[in-house]
């Protein structure tokens, strides 16, 4: 089996040779994403990633999503023992003006680490509902969106944008690697 591949416009041709016949294959692409994690292999719960893809759904977005048992376990027992860290960087005035106000969101929306469809309703399991920061440990994903539109894409200086929005999630993403 040969493989060559060639490039028409935004989509891949891939010349595939079985058997001295080729068949051709006609993948379109219509975004480009990257994912990175603070090790060199693989993870199922990437830190950081972002994906530019047309009709404004450019994003860089950072955290772990919908982490396993053991993992929401370490990282609700991080927040119990010194929530003040996740506060202050949840706070900070420039990753308020990037993600929203570090408050519950009421019906729905998405607003800083707030606001996700697995957020719990009630508190949980080994938790006082009346513990100081129900609203942290109520969270089950850790992770912020910041959506870019097309205009700042294909503005000249997007990889300056984009290099501030990561500087500003960079403590975001050392807490959660904590």
């Known amino acids: 089996v040969t493989t060559k591949h060639r490039t028409r416009g935004t989509c891949l041709l891939v010349f595939r040779g079985v058997g ?14 990257l994912s990175l994690s603070p090790s060199t292999y693989l993870r199922v719960n990437r830190l950081c990633t972002s994906s530019i893809k047309p009709g ?7 955290g772990t999503w919908c982490p396993g048992k053991n993992e929401l376990a370490t ?20 990753f308020v003006a990037l993600f929203g106000e570090p408050k519950p969101v009421k019906g729905g929306g998405r607003r800083n680490i707030f ?25 089950r994903t850790f992770a912020v969106v ?33």
């Open 56 to 62: 404004g759904e450019s994003l860089l977005a950072a």
């Open 20 to 33: 001295g016949r080729y068949f051709r294959l006609l993948s379109c692409v219509s975004g480009f994403s």
């Open 115 to 139: 606001g996700a469809d697995d957020e719990l309703k009630v508190a949980p399991k080994g938790f006082d509902k009346d513990h100081k920061d129900i609203d942290l440990l109520k969270c």
């Open 146 to 178: 910041h959506r870019f539109k097309d205009s700042e894409v294909l503005a000249p200086d997007f990889k300056t944008k984009l290099g501030e929005v990561a500087a500003v999630v960079r403590p975001f993403v050392r807490w959660r690697v904590q």
């Open 75 to 94: 990282i609700r027992s991080n927040i119990a023992h010194s929530p003040d860290q996740l506060r202050q960087v949840i706070s900070d005035p420039a």
